[in-house]
C-alpha cells in the first residue's frame, strides 16, 4: 500500500477516536466504524481483512461485517464471559446489600482516630481496599462523601486534603476481578510464551508487585503534601456535607461478618488456591469464573436463610442477569478496540510499527516503547477524563510492539495500565474529581492540586520499578 494512504488513513482514524475521548464521548461505534472504514481501504488495496483464516462471505462490502461478528463470539466465550459474570455478580451485591455491610464494617473503626493526618494514608489505604467491593472510582467517591468526609472534618483535617483523599481513592488495587486486569490476561494467554496464563496468575505474579508498592509510596507522599499544602493555605473552612445514612442489614454479628466477606469472598477463593499452588503444591484448578460462580451459589444459600423465605432470596437473583447485562458495554468496548486494530492491520500500519519497533531491539532503548505509551496514556486521561478506555483500546497491540521491540509484553502492560487508573484524579474533568469538587464546594483545580503531586509521584514509581523488573 502507498505509505501516504497507510499513514493518512491511519491518522485520521487514530485523530477521530482521540477526539471523541477527550469530548467524553462513547468511543465504541466510533471505533468500529473506523475499524470497518480501515477494512474497506485494506480491501481496496488489495491487503484484505487482517484476521486469521478469515473466509469472506462472498460479499466484499458484508466481509467487515463478518469479522465483527466474529470477534463477538470469540470474545463472549473468554474474557467477556468473565467480566459479564463479575458485572452480575457486583450488582447481585448490591442487590442483597453486602456491599453496604462491607462499607459499614470497614470505615467504622475510623471513627475513632482523631488525628487528622494520621487519618490520610489509613482513609487512601481503605478506600482503595474498598475499590475491590466498589470498583468505580465516582460511586467509590459518594459513598466515601456520605460516610467518613464527615467524620475527617470532625477529626480537624481540610476540606481539600478530605476531598484529595477521597478523589484518589480507586487507585490500582491488583485484583483478578478487574475487567482491564482479565483483558489483558486473557490476551496474553494467546501467546507461546503466556500460554496457560490466569488473570490470577497476572495480578499476583505481576501487577500486585508493582501496584502494592505505588500505593504504600502514595498513602506516604499523601500525608506529606496535604500536610504541606495545608500549611500554605491560610483559609478556613467549617461547612459540611450532609451525612447520608448506608442500609444495614439486620442480623446479629454471624450474619454482618457473612455478609461482609461475601463481596470479596471470589478473590479469597482466588488467593487461597494460588497460595496452595504455589507454597503446597496442591493444584486445585479455580479460575474467575468458578470462583464467582461459587461464590454466588454461598450467597444465595445466606440470603435464603437471612430473610427465611426461598422465593424472596430467589427473586433477588434476578438483579445477577441484570447485572451480566450492564457489563455488555464493557464487552463491546473490547470488541471495538479489536475491530479498530484490525482495521489498522488490514492496511499495514500494525506490520509498519513493528519493524520500527524492531529497530529499538539491542539498542538499550526497550524503553522507549512503554514510556510512549504511558505518556499518551497521560495525555488522554488528562483530557478526558477517561482511565481506561485507551488501555482497552491498546490491549489487542501490546503482544505485537512488545515483540517487535524486544521486550516483555509485561513490561508494556503494567506501567500503561496503571498510569490510566493512576491519573484519572489528576484530570479536572473526570467524573471522580467533578463530583468531590461539587459536593464540597471547590474548584476541581483546587482538587487537582492536591491530588496531583501522591498521583504523579506513584506512575513515575511504578514506571521505574516495572521497568527493573520487567524490561
Request: hydrophobic share 60%; aromatic share 6%.
Given at each position: 500500500m502507498n505509505p501516504i494512504i497507510m499513514y493518512g488513513s491511519a491518522l485520521i482514524a487514530v485523530s477521530i477516536v482521540i477526539y471523541m475521548l477527550i469530548k467524553q464521548m462513547d468511543i465504541k461505534i466510533t471505533m468500529f466504524l473506523m475499524g470497518i472504514v480501515l477494512m474497506f481501504v485494506g480491501i481496496a488495496a488489495g491487503n484484505g481483512i487482517a484476521v486469521k483464516d478469515f473466509v469472506g462471505t462472498g460479499a466484499v462490502w458484508l466481509d467487515p461485517l463478518l469479522a465483527i461478528t466474529q470477534q463477538f463470539q470469540q470474545t463472549l466465550t473468554s474474557a467477556g464471559f468473565i467480566i459479564l459474570i463479575l458485572g452480575g455478580y457486583s450488582a447481585y451485591m448490591t442487590a442483597i446489600g453486602a456491599n453496604d455491610v462491607t462499607v459499614s464494617v470497614i470505615t467504622k473503626p475510623v471513627s475513632k482516630i482523631k488525628s487528622a493526618y494520621v487519618l490520610v494514608p489509613i482513609v487512601f489505604l481503605l478506600g482503595n481496599l474498598l475499590s475491590l467491593v466498589i470498583p468505580s472510582a465516582s460511586n467509590l467517591a459518594i459513598i466515601l462523601l456520605a460516610t467518613l468526609y464527615p467524620v475527617m472534618r470532625k477529626a480537624g483535617m481540610s476540606k481539600l486534603t478530605a476531598a484529595a483523599v477521597i478523589a484518589t481513592t480507586a487507585t490500582v488495587m491488583p485484583t483478578p476481578l478487574g475487567g482491564d486486569n482479565v483483558a489483558i490476561s486473557q490476551e496474553l494467554a494467546k501467546y507461546p510464551e503466556y500460554l496457560g496464563l490466569t488473570v490470577t496468575d497476572y495480578v499476583f505474579q505481576y501487577h500486585a508487585i508493582i501496584s502494592i508498592p505505588t500505593i504504600l509510596l502514595m498513602a506516604i507522599v499523601h500525608y506529606f503534601w496535604q500536610k504541606f499544602m495545608d500549611k500554605r493555605s491560610k483559609t478556613k473552612d467549617t461547612d459540611?456535607?450532609?451525612?447520608?445514612?448506608?442500609?444495614?442489614?439486620?442480623?446479629?454479628?454471624?450474619?454482618?461478618?457473612?455478609?461482609?466477606?461475601?463481596?470479596?469472598?471470589?478473590?479469597?477463593?482466588?488467593?487461597?488456591?494460588?497460595?496452595?499452588?504455589?507454597?503446597?503444591?496442591?493444584?486445585?484448578?479455580?479460575?474467575?469464573?468458578?470462583?464467582?460462580?461459587?461464590?454466588?451459589?454461598?450467597?444465595?444459600?445466606?440470603?435464603?436463610?437471612?430473610?427465611?423465605?426461598?422465593?424472596?432470596?430467589?427473586?433477588?437473583?434476578?438483579?445477577?442477569?441484570?447485572?451480566?447485562?450492564?457489563?455488555?458495554?464493557?464487552?463491546?468496548?473490547?470488541?471495538?478496540?479489536?475491530?479498530?486494530?484490525?482495521?489498522?492491520?488490514?492496511?499495514?500500519?500494525?506490520?509498519?510499527?513493528?519493524?520500527?519497533?524492531?529497530?529499538?531491539?539491542?539498542?538499550?532503548?526497550?524503553?522507549?516503547?512503554?514510556?510512549?505509551?504511558?505518556?499518551?496514556?497521560?495525555?488522554?486521561?488528562?483530557?478526558?477524563?477517561?482511565?481506561?478506555?485507551?488501555?482497552?483500546?491498546?490491549?489487542?497491540?501490546?503482544?505485537?510492539?512488545?515483540?517487535?521491540?524486544?521486550?516483555?509484553?509485561?513490561?508494556?502492560?503494567?506501567?500503561?495500565?496503571?498510569?490510566?487508573?493512576?491519573?484519572?484524579?489528576?484530570?479536572?474533568?473526570?467524573?471522580?474529581?467533578?463530583?468531590?469538587?461539587?459536593?464540597?464546594?471547590?474548584?476541581?483545580?483546587?482538587?487537582?492540586?492536591?491530588?496531583?503531586?501522591?498521583?504523579?509521584?506513584?506512575?513515575?514509581?511504578?514506571?521505574?520499578?516495572?521497568?527493573?523488573?520487567?524490561?
Open positions: 459540611e456535607v450532609e451525612v447520608q445514612e448506608i442500609k444495614a442489614i439486620e442480623g446479629g454479628a454471624l450474619y454482618k461478618t457473612v455478609y461482609a466477606l461475601l463481596p470479596i469472598f471470589p478473590i479469597i477463593l482466588l488467593i487461597v488456591t494460588y497460595c496452595l499452588k504455589t507454597f503446597a503444591d496442591i493444584n486445585i484448578n479455580v479460575n474467575v469464573e468458578v470462583a464467582t460462580m461459587f461464590s454466588f451459589a454461598i450467597a444465595i444459600l445466606c440470603d435464603v436463610i437471612k430473610r427465611k423465605s426461598g422465593k424472596e432470596a430467589l427473586q433477588q437473583t434476578e438483579h445477577f442477569f441484570k447485572g451480566m447485562g450492564g457489563a455488555m458495554p464493557i464487552v463491546a468496548l473490547l470488541v471495538a478496540a479489536t475491530i479498530f486494530v484490525t482495521g489498522l492491520k488490514s492496511i499495514g500500519l500494525i506490520e509498519a510499527l513493528q519493524d520500527a519497533m524492531m529497530n529499538i531491539q539491542g539498542s538499550g532503548l526497550g524503553f522507549v516503547l512503554p514510556l510512549i505509551l504511558v505518556l499518551l496514556t497521560a495525555l488522554i486521561v488528562l483530557l478526558s477524563g477517561s482511565g481506561t478506555a485507551l488501555f482497552f483500546a491498546m490491549v489487542p497491540l501490546m503482544v505485537a510492539l512488545s515483540t517487535a521491540a524486544g521486550i516483555s509484553a509485561i513490561a508494556v502492560s503494567i506501567p500503561m495500565g496503571l498510569a490510566g487508573n493512576l491519573l484519572r484524579a489528576v484530570s479536572p474533568v473526570s467524573a471522580v474529581v467533578l463530583i468531590v469538587a461539587g459536593s464540597v464546594k471547590v474548584s476541581p483545580l483546587d482538587i487537582v492540586r492536591r491530588t496531583s503531586v501522591p498521583m504523579i509521584t506513584g506512575v513515575v514509581f511504578m514506571f521505574v520499578l516495572s521497568m527493573i523488573l520487567f524490561l
